[in-house]
């Protein structure tokens, strides 16, 4: 390998092939190396952000609030009171002599005029130094409010992005099994880990809907606090981003028993074993249930119809991209299992995959279905990143915001996969929509304009 490294991170990248796996991950990035992971307060910003008739204000300076607004491209099926950015604003003398008035006020306001179902009260690092009791505040706003007002406890030097998805899930669980489970279906089940991002949960909702199975709660995508209050009551968690929401799956199994399933939504492969995975479960629950049969029976059919009409027209894209190079490099590691097998139909060769907040565990499934010499790496930074993607002569980069600049000035195709995309990804017909982005990018005539290998002497 011929990426330079600094001699801290050596241990945070693997080359399958190169030597017996090992790697180190989910530690504070390094000082000074500029990486691509967010802090603790984005973290959580992102996970709780998607829930729309909630109010979401940020105790903490205006940047704060300014760097995390909007940043999902999560939508709406009604209020869109999620799409707001409100924040304390705290100055100079807020930081000397304290917050708490000021957040109570802008608590008290902001309630009275948007009417939310609950609020979230966000820390920032700055309120960690001070020490306001947002606890405290949040008690008795609530009391006087009459709504659920909860502090996020999601100071940004605490830890680094995994951090914040436990601060958020710590925040939700003060929701759940405070509302009304009257009425719930034993074949249930909540959404935990999408955003629908650009319509995604509705495509998937829709596939559950035809197989006979209740929706709950989304969580967060599209999500409502009344919901979110009743999740207790499902019969099942489906768990598609499991870094951010796999600690509230746990927490919810603990104290209510409700099992979850690790699934993924993208690509044929995985979107298909996860509608059959949720049919086998309720089979096994109840197997003298008719309608366990009947459901399984519904999944073979949309299963069987999606596949049918998807597989013919990924074929033109299998041909033209069949040999390609591409790298991965995402937020949560699950979604890069996905992506290595979607690459695989058509053709294409994944040669790097890392991820800001994956597990020893995410990286060993990793380093077993990738190919020999395929890097592995582990909240890496732009240097890292440039060095890997011209070494490897990638064709396309598949990342986040972040990442679109390094691929661009490398003169290299790219893919948004990541929170802020417009396009859907997800689901049988999200697969097509992959496909077809990727051949655009990929076989671009501008790249003949920017030639990425040196010429032959």
Not at 8 to 13: A, D, I
Not at 47 to 54: E, G, S
Not at 126 to 143: H, N, Q, R, T, Y
Not at 181 to 205: C, H, P, Q, Y
């Amino acid at each position: 390998m011929g990426a330079a490294l600094l001699k801290e991170r050596e241990n945070q990248v693997h080359v399958k092939g190169e030597k017996p796996f090992n790697i180190v991950c989910n530690k504070d990035s390094l000082a000074g190396a500029v990486s691509q992971r967010a802090c603790v307060f984005c973290g959580s910003r992102v996970v709780l952000y998607p829930i729309a008739d909630a109010l979401h204000l940020v105790h903490g300076p205006i940047g704060c609030a300014v760097y995390t607004w909007d940043i999902r491209g999560a939508l709406s099926s009604g209020p869109e009171l999620h799409r707001l950015s409100f924040s304390t604003d705290l100055q100079e003398r807020d930081v000397i002599f304290g917050g708490e008035k000021k957040l109570r006020s802008a608590l008290l306001e902001l309630i009275e005029r948007h009417s939310p179902k609950a609020a979230f009260v966000y820390s920032t690092c700055i309120v960690g130094i001070i020490g306001d009791d947002l606890e405290a505040i949040c008690k008795g706003v609530a009391a006087e409010t009459g709504i659920p007002v909860i502090p996020v406890q999601s100071e940004g030097f605490k830890g680094n992005k995994r951090a914040g998805y436990q601060a958020a899930c710590d925040a939700m669980f003060r929701l759940i099994g405070t509302g009304d489970t009257a009425g719930i279906s034993k074949f249930s089940l909540n959404i935990l880990g999408d955003f629908n991002l650009a319509g995604e949960i509705w495509m998937v909702r829709e596939y559950y809907e035809r197989m006979g199975i209740q929706v709950v709660a989304n969580v967060t995508g599209d999500g409502r606090v009344a919901d979110i209050c009743r999740a207790n009551g499902a019969a099942l968690n489906v768990v598609q981003c499991s870094g951010s929401t796999m600690q509230l799956a746990n927490m919810m199994e603990e104290k209510y028993g409700t099992p979850s399933l690790r699934v993924s939504y993208f690509g044929i492969e995985d979107m298909s074993e996860a509608l059959y995975d949720i049919a086998r479960f309720f089979k096994k629950q109840y197997p003298d249930d008719p309608e366990a049969d009947k459901i399984m029976e519904r999944t073979k059919a949309l299963v069987q119809e999606k596949v049918r009409e998807l597989v013919p027209q990924l074929e033109k894209y299998r041909k033209a991209l069949a040999g390609k190079k591409a790298a991965i490099y995402v937020g949560g590691s699950f979604k890069a299992f996905s992506l290595v097998k979607a690459f695989r139909l058509v053709d294409m060769d994944v040669v790097m995959v890392g991820s800001q907040t994956g597990t020893e565990e995410d990286y060993r499934e990793l380093a077993a279905i990738t190919d020999p010499g395929t890097v592995i790496v582990d909240d890496a930074n732009p240097l890292e990143l440039n060095s890997f993607l011209k070494e490897k002569e990638v064709d396309i980069f598949v990342g986040g915001v972040k990442e679109r600049p390094i691929a661009y000035k490398l003169g290299i195709g790219f893919c948004d996969h990541n929170h802020e995309r417009k396009e859907a990804l997800a689901g049988f017909e999200g697969m097509l929509n992959f496909a077809k982005e990727v051949y655009s990018s990929v076989m671009s005539p501008v790249w003949r304009f920017v030639p990425r290998k040196k010429p032959t002497a």
